[in-house]
């Protein structure tokens, strides 16, 4: 009876063990939680992914209000993995979010454009840099190029020019034949940090690719008998920088009253702005000085006996504008609308004294000026340009511009290329720069005629093309040798 007992036990003991095993093995079914990772760090475990993702852009109202963005999202870097487990703790949202926050920036979806820009290092060779900008929408980018081409072309020039509506020359102006960005700019659309730079407004990224920063220029105070081109001078900096700083401003003419503020801002813009230009002028062809020896006159004596009349010539040239200043100039017709008449002067041959006279004759046949004596800028780099800079053709020749002695005669003057220097022995120099050869029998020492032929337009030295760099200095001697001072070449015209 005991053993039918025991077996009844046993049994009974067995199968209460068989029914809490089975009740067990129903308790114990995996988990699927989410796992969140940060640039592979473990920073804790989540029931629902969308939870985080939903807390994270409830959390970013104030960066949603700042970018005016619909979402903010989950920091780059991060990663949330579906796992199967049978731990069942739980990190709060919260907390996984607070970590987040402290490790990495959270983002909002925007794009990012790449400027490509060159330049050239002190070795001569071309750098290429990549210029990164974020905004929250692409049209916002568009919309600021759009500005800057117009800040260097001017907004009814740009859009006629895009309506097909430009005024046809007739005998005298200009039209714009193209116009472009010559830069290479790539775009993606991405998830951005909040702590980077990221635009929302056109007006603030224009200002940033025009000045390469968002802060804005001096404020600087007009005085009594301020113009925009002296208050320009005054700041080193252009005239085109001026108007693009105050586009209130829409020529160097405008008047300005005492007290006025104006902003004073070195442009650099981050891209390049092209613009050719056809255009037809009348130009003005100055009249030559034509010379009579006579032993009736002592020599530095000189009699007018026939005063000269300046010319018109008109002029077809192909320009190219680069960031408002020309980068290049072609002429491609010249068509004489009426002749110069020369001035007759007799001058006294009684003795040689290689003294210059009170009339100066022009140094070239062309009177295309391609850059003018003052201040010239670009990209943020202002220098002075003590001279003039005429163009023609290669090989045409160049005149001394008044009776004197060679002082300097040399086929290697750095920047200057080959260089004729000239003392006119009544308080005044003149130089000729980036010749492409001196005549036959200029030499130092030796006296020089005005109107004489003493070398031949090249491109010698550090020049952007063919041009002639004419500079008058009072001093007598040249400034590169710490004497004289430099004077502009137009005012004894």
Known sequence: ?????????????????????????????????????????ILGVIKNKDELLNYIDKEGTNIKEKYNVDKVEAPNGIDIKKIVTYDEHLDDVKDVYNKLKKLKPFTITGYQFNIKTESENEDGEVEIKNNYIYVTDEEIFKESVEDTIIAFVGEDKYNAYLDGTQEEIKEVGQIFTNIYVDNVITSKKTSIPIDEEIFNDVEDLSQYI????????????????????????????????????????????????????????????????????????????????????TDTLVEGDEQVIQNGENGV????????????????????????????????????????????????????????????????????????HQAIDITSNYWAPIYAANNGVVTMATYSYGTYGIFVAINHNNGYGSAYAHLAAMAPGVKVGLPVARGQIIGYMGNTGRSSGVHLHFEIYYGGKHPGYNFGSYVSPLSFY
């Open 1 to 41: 009876m005991k053993k039918i007992l025991t077996y009844i036990f046993v049994a009974i003991i067995s199968v209460f063990i068989f029914m809490i095993g089975f009740e067990d093995k129903k308790n114990i079914a995996p988990n699927h939680f989410y796992q969140v990772y940060l640039d592979d760090q």
């Open 210 to 293: 025009l000045f390469s920063t968002t802060e804005k220029g001096e404020e600087y105070t007009v005085k009594k008998g301020d113009t925009i081109e002296s208050i320009s001078t005054d700041n080193k900096i252009s005239v085109q920088e001026f108007l693009i700083s105050n586009p209130e401003f829409t020529s160097a003419d405008n008047i300005l009253y005492e007290g006025q503020k104006v902003l004073v801002s070195y442009a650099k813009p981050m891209v390049d702005v092209i613009a050719n230009v056809k255009l037809i002028e009348d130009q003005t062809q100055f009249y030559g000085v034509e010379e009579r020896r």
């Open 313 to 384: 010539n008109r002029v077809t040239q192909e320009l190219v504008y680069k960031n408002g200043f020309v980068d290049s100039q072609e002429v491609l017709e010249q068509v004489t609308i009426k002749p110069s008449t020369n001035k007759v002067i007799l001058i006294g041959t009684k003795y040689i004294s290689g003294v210059g006279g009170r009339y100066w004759t022009w140094p070239t046949n062309s009177t295309n000026i391609s850059s003018h004596y003052g201040y010239r800028c670009f990209r943020g780099s202002c220098s002075f």
